[in-house]
């Protein structure tokens, strides 16, 4: 090989491996994996909510955060330029004190929506001084959704001379809730509101382990077991179904917000 093709293949091999990260999961890469990856094009990032709550006798409580680091990998492998910050894993899920909400269970965590705000915000800070040029909000929980939405505009409208936009992300849930109610609704299925149908469907296409959801526990909601539905219709073929609901809304809205972003009349 002549030494001129020689440094050109070398040249390239470099950039593809400065393109490719090895995961899409900051917490898996070395700071200058993350420098790269943002070098070589990776400049949108993901901050993805989920939550410790009660799901019923038969869900473990960690089902939004597993479900939101699940979805939040793929919507970066999706979007070709992304990547994901740790998952956090508590939401607003009532009051601790008069134990109203899911608190009423053990082994729920609330955090305000002060705290749960501010926790979001220190982590855009973090990406803006990283270099990320479009910073994702979303979350996996009903809980806090309006405080991201809330956020993302206020730092938005902070950061949009700085380098770095914001944009809150309801489709992933909002919409894709929507598809789920639709989809089951063709099956002669009720959703129901919590840890019925579809979140146990969810957690029964990840749990390849079997260890997330507790099979001889499925019963339907009795008003004092904290499930709102029956999740005895669920399936893995739904989960799957439902996830990549999640999945194909959440890109197709972070790229119309980014396309947005990086518009001239904005």
Request: aromatic share 8%; hydrophobic share 45%.
């Amino acid at each position: 090989m002549k030494p001129v093709l020689a440094i050109l293949v070398l040249a390239l091999v470099s950039m593809a491996a400065r393109a490719a990260p090895p995961s899409v999961f900051i917490e898996e890469l070395t700071w200058p994996e993350v420098r790269d990856a943002i070098a070589g094009g990776a400049t949108t990032a993901i901050y993805y909510a989920g939550s410790t709550e009660q799901n019923g006798p038969h869900l473990v409580t960690g089902k939004h955060t597993f479900v939101a680091r699940h979805v939040a990998g793929r919507i970066a492998t999706s979007l070709g330029n992304a990547l994901v910050y740790p998952i956090l894993p508590f939401a607003p899920t009532g009051d601790a004190a008069a134990k109203t909400g899911h608190m009423r269970f053990p082994g729920t965590v609330s955090l305000s929506e002060e705290t749960y705000t501010a926790v979001a915000r220190d982590v855009v800070a973090s990406a803006h001084a990283t270099g990320f040029k479009f910073v994702a909000l979303m979350g996996d929980h009903g809980g806090g959704q309006q405080a991201l939405e809330k956020l993302a505009a206020s730092l938005d409208r902070q950061r949009a001379g700085q380098g770095t936009r914001v944009g809150y992300v309801p489709d992933v849930y909002f919409a894709s809730e929507r598809r789920v109610r639709e989809y089951l609704a063709a099956r002669r299925l009720p959703a129901g509101e919590h840890a019925a149908i579809p979140d146990t469907s969810e957690l029964l296409f990840l749990d390849i382990a079997s260890k997330w959801v507790r099979l001889g526990k499925l019963e339907a909601g009795d008003g004092r077991n904290g499930v709102e539905g029956d999740p005895r219709g669920a399936s893995a073929e739904f989960g799957k179904a439902f996830i990549d609901f999640k999945v194909d809304a959440a890109v197709a809205q972070i790229r119309r917000l980014v396309e947005s972003a990086q518009s001239p009349s904005r």
